[in-house]
T-cell receptor
Framework: ETGVTQSPTHLIKTRGQQVTLRCSSQ?????VSWYQQALGQGPQFIFQ???????GRGNFPPRFSGLQFPNYSSELNVNALELDDSALYLC??????????????FGPGTRLTVL | DAKTTQPNSMESNEEEPVHLPCNHS???????IHWYRQLPSQGPEYVIH???SNVNNRMASLAIAEDRKSSTLILHRATLRDAAVYYC??????????????FGEGTQLTVNP
């Protein structure tokens, strides 16, 4: 059983550019969530995808968008990058079953720096 | 999600037990209590969760107060590798809250050799 992987590890962009971050979920998981973690703070929920559809979103503007693919991979896209977008971006996957709660498995994150 | 309150930091000595407290006085009847931890330069890691009864797993134990307004994460023998930020998070069932985790400030645990 492989864990959650993310690519790239580090990325440097300039203001106004667009970026795509990638995540490979744990095999068999049907839900992927993305989080933004600024330095010294806890992760903040961006959105989640369940069976390839967005079904929950945090307080982030529409320039943050995502995709989930049938092969357990997913993407986070950020358009028109701003300096405040500099952060660690975390992907988490889980297997959601009817009723109860789920356990999130996080990847190591992608460190994005916007200059 | 209901709010939790944790101490900003705690210290422990290696091989001693650690009790990490969490207050959640506004917890609802359907909220699960989750604990995650984040080691330096890593993504958060699931530790344990419970609803009403105390829970044990290979990593830790979770003691839940009878009124559910507080809980304690217990590391039975701290190691240097347990130094991390520990987050106590309340979550309703998936049908209600989805997979969203609402992280607070957490408790920075320092383990002294």
């Amino acid at each position: 059983e492989t864990g959650v992987t993310q690519s790239p590890t580090h990325l440097i962009k300039t203001r106004g550019q667009q970026v795509t971050l990638r995540c490979s979920s744990q095999s068999g998981h049907n839900t992927v969530s993305w989080y933004q973690q600024a330095l010294g703070q806890g992760p903040q929920f961006i959105f989640q995808y369940y069976r390839e559809e967005e079904n929950g979103r945090g307080n982030f503007p529409p320039r943050f968008s995502g995709l989930q693919f049938p092969n357990y991979s997913s993407e986070l896209n950020v358009n028109a990058l701003e300096l405040d977008d500099s952060a660690l971006y975390l992907c988490a996957s889980s297997l959601v079953l009817a009723g109860g709660t789920d356990t999130q498995y996080f990847g190591p994150g992608t460190r994005l720096t916007v200059l | 999600d209901a709010k939790t309150t944790q101490p900003n930091s705690m210290e422990s000595n290696e091989e001693e037990p650690v009790h990490l407290p969490c207050n959640h006085s506004t917890i609802s009847g359907t909220d699960y209590i989750h604990w995650y931890r984040q080691l330096p330069s890593q993504g958060p890691e699931y530790v344990i969760h419970g609803l009403t009864s105390n829970v044990n797993n290979r990593m830790a134990s979770l003691a839940i107060a009878e009124d559910r307004k507080s809980s304690t994460l217990i590391l039975h023998r701290a190691t240097l590798r347990d130094a991390a930020v520990y987050y106590c998070i309340l979550r309703d069932s998936y049908e209600t809250s989805g997979s969203r985790l609402t992280f607070g400030e957490g408790t920075q645990l320092t383990v002294n050799p």
